[in-house]
């Protein structure tokens, strides 16, 4: 039997940074890695965006973008961190409105951004198409390459003298995760960063969401910032109906990585042809000389959706009574994103600290009502 202060379970991008930074603090940390690949972050775009579907999504992803910003100039060249910039894109006076508004959001939380008029998005991006109303340029957002990342935070993690048990844990309880290879470990919490799995603990109040990207060949000085049209935030509030969304962003390499859909009810981890389709229509409708790109390669991958949106981050209480378990899941197409703050804020949670942005809503137990009102 093997002895820790805290497993973590899973080592996507969300548990590699709670691993690591549990280690900084000195804590005896263990990481249990059961797949072959690394779930949702081998199949990431890697925005890391400011969002603001809810004030709480807000707070976290800008918390979370200052936290990237902060280590930007410590990261490997392969994490491919770049300060592109995100422009929301509006297709026509309705959507300038919505700028507009984000605009003001945005000012009076302290998020840079600027308002683009139609002459202004086409200076910015030329290959868009010329009708579009214009848009709002938020120029500290930025792009990383989700696994590099994952990797360097579990590098660090292991260098500050983390133990990584490369076997699948088939039960995590009290205190003790049992592994496929017949391991036991033993800690005083568990940590469950399982990304869209539910096997440990079934109550998990998640629902797969399942995405396609496509990537081109490469075509440098293509796309200078990250493309959103502002229909994918209405896209990404849907609970039910499958949706795509005109979501493009360039890589270091040139390369241009398309999105996005948004899936519920679809496991089949294959690429959907009609949904892909749509996908990329939409892309050219933005930007019509991508229908004369070669894309090179499809995949698919899933998200870990809860009912508000908003990710699982600490005590599982009111999911579960054993007050071993703890929470690092559920964070949708935000994990890669939000995976810095979640990793302050489990760590502040476990030395009971006050962390440096409100907890309250990240915290498992407010899901206990919300599946009460789900189901009644
Ligand atoms: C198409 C698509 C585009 C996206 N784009 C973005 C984006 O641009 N920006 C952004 O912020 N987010 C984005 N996301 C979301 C982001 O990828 C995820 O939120 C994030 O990767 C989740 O990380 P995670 O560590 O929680 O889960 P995962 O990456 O899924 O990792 C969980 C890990 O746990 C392991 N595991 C599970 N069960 C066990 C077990 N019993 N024992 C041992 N190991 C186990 C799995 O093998 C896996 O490696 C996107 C997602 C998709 C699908």
Known sequence: MKSFDIVVVGAGIVGCAVARELSRAGMRVGIVEGGAHRGATAAGMGHVVVMDDSPAQLVLTQYSCSLWRKEADHLPVAVEYEGF?????AANDEEMEEVHAKHAIYAQTGVVSAVLNAA?????EPNLRKDLAGGLLVPHDAVIYPPAAAEFF???AQRLGAALFRSRAVQASHGEVSLEDGTLLQAERIVLATGTECDLLSALPLQKRKGHLAITDRYPGFLCHQLVELGYLKSAH???ADSVAFNIQPRQTGQLLIGSSRQYGDDDPGVDAAILRQMLERAVSYMPALAGMSVLRVWTGFRAATLDKLPLIGPAAGLSDDTSLWLAAGFEGLGITNALGAA?????????????IDAGPYLPARMVNRMEIARA
């Open 238 to 240: 849907k609970l039910v």
């Open 344 to 356: 302050r804020l489990l760590l502040d949670g476990l030395l009971n600290r006050t962390p440096e």
């Open 120 to 124: 202004e998005l086409v200076m910015a």
């Open 154 to 156: 579990l590098s660090e």
């Open 85 to 89: 910039g995100t422009i929301w894109i």
